[in-house]
């Protein structure tokens, strides 16, 4: 049995481009509405940040999954602030 060639069309659908954010890394500092995450230590799993509200200096440090943690920023279209 003979394989046909396939001939692109030029109505063919070109795939997306997937824009990825960053990898989390220490000291890195995202900006969301209205509050700014600070990002402590980075381990193999998980990562120890601080999620601050307007101008405030101090505030709770949290500890979570790292993966939980970039979900929640891509789904709060976090913008990368500083490295």
Excluded: F
């Amino acid at each position: 049995m003979k394989s046909v060639p396939r001939i692109p069309s030029k109505t063919a659908m070109k795939p997306k481009k997937q824009v990825s954010q960053p990898a989390i890394e220490a000291g890195q500092v995202w900006q969301m509405e209205g509050v700014t995450c600070h990002i402590g230590q980075v381990g193999k799993t998980l990562v120890n940040y601080k999620l601050l509200k307007g101008d405030t200096v101090r505030g709770p440090s949290s500890l979570g999954n790292k993966e939980v943690l970039a979900k929640h920023l891509k789904a709060k279209k976090a913008v990368l602030v500083r490295k």
